[in-house]
């Protein structure tokens, strides 16, 4: 089993060292730090990698949170990417034992393996972005608190919160692991969960403690994404109208490049919703975290539809397990297709400084 997984990940790296030799020509970003970046560090990668160096210098700065500029301090930035190979492959163990206790099935558990490692949003997950360490400790902490290795259940989960914002919402498995104790009656797994939801809250406390002493304001990460990028939450039929627009006026480069895999991996987070998995508080937990980072990728706006969707998307790890639930042959082979498909698309306008998601 192990060189499965090995022979994934490379797979992975090579996919995207591939896909980073194509150069589709498009105009190129200018935003800061631009001289810097190379290969896959592009993007939210060079500004980890500022603050890294030499702190938070700026207000915009701080809507990225702590945990990956702390590691990329102590490793510098390449010695990060290294380390990112080991966290990457034990995210893939981790998917791989829950989408098995999912799907019952090794061949579909390999499958939603196959599809997260190779699927739209696949660089971020080789890069310095937050989105690999938030998926790994969410899986992390479920495992061992399934496992009774609770404190470090506790401690990895407040990792988890200095990640990114979106990682508090990990706490609906403590509370729906809270409500089934209380239906059952469990006082020990009732005050386990009042405690695993407490710990979820950790990282991001800190953080606006630290926020709160050096800049006088512990919100000062919500605000400025308004700021600096000119990003908002609105309703999510208010993104689904947007791009009803965008297909009314013929924009075929985003339908091809953002529409398509976004519909392939909002599918799979409807299937995991209402399809398939325990009905536990693991299994019931899943549900609502896939609607939930459904929700949050059609809500999240700035100035063109589904910016970053996918890739907020590609965290809540349902979706995988929803799109292994599929057993047509043909509609598994188009979901594969159209992943591999994205993910050379997407890195190359990556790497070639061109934003994509």
Known sequence: MEIIFIGILLAHDAVLLLAGLINLHLPVSNMAFRAHASLWLQFDALIYEHIGQYGYTAGTSTA????LPIVIHFLSPWGTLILEQVVMYGCMRLLYSFALRWLGEPKDAWFAVWL??????AVYYTSLYA???TLFFV????????SGRYALAFAVSGLCSATQGDAVLMGIFPLAMLGFSILQRDRRATLIAVLWGLSCAVGILAYMA???TKFGDAFMFSQVQSVGWGAHWVAPWSTLTAIGAEILHRNAKFVAAILLPFVVVAFGSVVATLRGGPRNWVGYGAKAYALLGLLVSLMFATEYPLHSSIRILSVFFPVYLGLAQIRSTSLRRLIAIISLFSCVVGTSLYVHGYFYQ
């Open 210 to 212: 630290y926020l709160q």
């Open 116 to 121: 997260f490692a190779i699927g739209p949003c």
């Open 131 to 133: 989105e690999l360490w």
């Open 139 to 146: 899986l992390a902490a479920i495992e061992l608190i399934i």
């Open 64 to 67: 990225f949170f702590p945990f």
